[in-house]
Structures are given as structure tokens and as C-alpha cells.
């Protein structure tokens, strides 16, 4: 399979006012078709899914999967790939997988030009506060979150004005104008060393109502909320989660800490999707349900034989706006470019770097 380029080379700098597409040039579509060649390169893949994608699907996936693969070469491009992507995405075409700040982090050290980012929006804002010097292009703009979309800097500053003196963390499933009000970022895995680490009696930790209320339960720092939730995560119930005992009474129950507490309560362990994916596969359950995004568990399975996976199937509607279509796309017409006010970026990349240089 040949890639035709139509226009300038890459690997050149970015220049001022231009388009990605004006900087790096169109490519010509490849033809799609499954040959030999094509079943030979993409056969390591289709073994690490192939207890997922069914066989006789697999050549209607394989040629676009090569033909990303390739274009990744051309176009000097890293594709990150969150744990939510399908598994063709996220064992076909991935280069980096994780959560979000862990792609936006392993990104800056690879010698890419160009990030293709697999996830939402604010995940390729990070990419982009982070690697300023990188294209950063995401395959569909509309690719958004309910849990970044419920606040803005004017929310923020607002906040500001009527509790001057109390430090604001932020949850980095935010905005970079967010970020940039806020006084640090946090995860979900170090939202309560975070919030101790500030040494006062009061923090807001937004914008998530859950995870702040799930940290609050675990310190004497008193945690107020803001009312923004993941619609993923929010739709887990404590009540589901017994039925589920009922039926498996001897499964292991792992959720994130975007759940509510009484899910939360009700689970074995709770962490972010990096721990929990650690958590199988150092305990290896028999059974496991994990309360989170479910292509999560599709992912995981691969990696963990011998685990059965009980999936409690809640999807996300913006990341499964990702598909290997549209990465195929973003990468022949360096669309859609994401891009951050350098002003706005400064400030914001100081809320991440302060947590990432937190000793905690």
C-alpha cells in the first residue's frame, strides 16, 4: 500500500497564521482493501482481539488499521489513546494508552510532530498546554465531556470572588481556561494528597460533586463541590451493584471514583483507570466488574486470560466519536487542529506542573 503526498513535506516548523493542513499538505486516500499484505502486518494485532472483534469482521478493520499505521510513519505522528477507545483503536492504531494525563505526559517525550489524540476534547487541550510545539490534532471536534462542559473560568473566577483566600484544585477533566483559574490540577488518583497537601482547613475541589465528596470522605479538610458530573459514571447505582452480588455473589467490584459514594461504598476497590487496571492484573479475580466506561474491560480482557469480565455496560457517547475513520481522515487532511491561547496555555500549564512537581 502506497500514500501518495499531494503537497509540502513534514517535518517542518510551525509557522505563524498557517493550518495544520497548510503547514503538513493533504494526502491522497489509499485504496482500502484487505490484501495479503495487509492480513500479514495487521495479524499480530488481530491475535490481541480477537476474543472481542469476531474473525469474519477483521478484514473489514485491517486495512484502515494498516493504512493509519503507516501514515503515522509519514506524517511523524504519535496517536494517544485513551482506555475508553474501542479495542480496534486502542490495540490497532495506539501508540501510548492511559488516562488522560498520563497520554498528555508520555506525549512530551516522544519526538512525534504530530499528536493524534483519542479521546475528548480537553484531553487534546492538555496535549497541546503540554506540547506546545506539536500539532495536535483530534478526529472529531464534537468529541466532548459532560464533566468539563459544567463549569468555565467565569465560573471560576466567580468562585473566586465570593471565597477569596480558598485554594481551588482542579480535576484535570477540565478545560484549559479552567486550568488556567484554577490554583493546581489534581486526578483521580491524587486528588486527596492534593487537597491535603495545601495544609489548609478548606478547598474546593472541582468540578466533579463525586469525586470531591469521595475525597472529603477520606480527610479532615472539608471539600466543597461544584455540581458537575461524568454522565458515564453518575449512572451507576449502589442498588445495581447488589443485584449484580445477587447473581455473582464471589465478583470483585472495581469502580472509579467519579461514581457516586454509595457506589463507591459498595465496591471492593475504587481507583482511577490506571489503578484499577492495575488491580487485576496483580489480584487476577476469578470475576471482575468494572464500574467505569465499558470498552475499559474490552481493553483490559487482552491482558489479563483467565479473568472473566462481567460488564456493566455504560458507554460514552463522545468518545465513541473517535473511530478509525476519522483517525484516517486526521491524518490525510491534518484535521481538526487543536489549539490553545499561548496566554491561556502559560497559565495553565502552571496548575499542571505544579501537581506533577507535588511530592506526593
Known amino acids: 500500500m502506497t500514500i501518495a503526498q499531494t503537497s509540502a513535506p513534514i517535518g517542518q516548523p510551525v509557522a505563524p497564521g498557517l493550518t495544520a493542513l497548510e503547514r ?3 494526502l491522497e486516500r489509499p485504496e482500502l482493501r484487505y490484501t495479503p499484505e495487509v492480513a ?7 491475535e490481541k482481539v480477537k476474543h472481542i472483534i469476531p474473525a469474519i469482521e477483521w478484514p473489514a478493520l485491517a486495512p484502515t488499521i494498516h493504512a493509519i499505521n503507516q501514515l503515522k510513519k509519514q506524517r511523524n505522528a504519535v496517536v494517544l489513546a485513551h482506555n475508553y477507545m474501542t479495542p480496534d483503536i486502542y490495540h490497532g492504531v495506539a501508540d501510548i494508552v492511559g488516562d488522560s494525563l ?12 504530530v499528536i493524534v ?30 464533566l ?10 466567580g468562585l473566586r470572588e465570593r471565597n477569596p483566600g480558598i485554594p481551588i484544585i482542579t480535576y484535570v477533566n477540565t478545560s484549559a481556561e479552567v486550568k488556567a483559574e484554577c490554583d493546581i490540577c489534581c486526578t483521580s488518583s491524587n486528588a486527596l494528597q492534593v487537597v491535603e ?4 482547613d478548606k478547598v474546593f475541589l472541582i468540578p466533579d460533586k463525586y469525586l470531591a465528596a469521595n475525597v472529603g470522605n477520606k480527610t479532615d479538610v472539608e471539600v466543597l463541590i461544584w455540581d458537575g458530573a461524568c454522565e458515564v459514571h453518575e449512572r451507576f447505582t449502589a442498588e445495581e451493584l447488589r443485584d449484580y452480588r445477587k447473581i455473582e455473589p464471589d465478583v470483585k467490584i472495581i469502580a472509579h471514583p467519579e461514581c457516586p459514594p454509595d457506589v463507591v461504598a459498595e465496591a471492593d476497590f475504587a481507583g482511577s483507570t490506571a489503578h484499577m487496571i492495575d488491580w487485576v492484573k ?7 466488574m468494572m464500574v467505569t466506561e465499558c470498552s475499559m474491560a474490552d481493553n483490559v480482557a487482552s491482558e489479563t486470560p483467565g479473568v472473566n469480565y462481567i460488564r456493566p455496560c455504560n458507554l460514552c457517547p463522545h468518545m465513541k466519536r473517535i473511530t478509525l475513520d476519522k483517525i484516517l481522515d486526521s491524518l490525510l487532511e491534518m484535521k481538526e487542529e487543536v489549539v490553545v491561547d499561548p496566554a491561556v496555555a502559560d497559565r495553565a500549564r502552571t496548575a499542571v506542573e505544579r501537581m506533577i512537581n507535588l511530592k506526593i
Not at 40 to 46: K, N
Not at 148 to 157: F, H, L, M, Q
Not at 282 to 288: G, L
Open 102 to 113: 498520563q497520554l498528555a505526559i508520555e506525549a512530551t517525550r516522544t519526538d512525534a510532530d
Open 282 to 288: 496483580t489480584k487476577r479475580p476469578e470475576k471482575v
Open 148 to 157: 468539563a462542559e459544567s463549569i468555565t473560568g467565569a465560573d471560576v473566577r
Open 24 to 26: 503538513y499538505g493533504k
Open 197 to 200: 497537601s495545601f495544609g489548609v
Open 117 to 146: 489524540q483519542c479521546g475528548v476534547h480537553f484531553m487534546a487541550e492538555t496535549s497541546k498546554i503540554l506540547s506546545p510545539e506539536k500539532t495536535v490534532l483530534i478526529p472529531d471536534m464534537r468529541a466532548g465531556c459532560s
Open 40 to 46: 500479514e502486518a495487521t495479524a499480530p494485532i488481530y
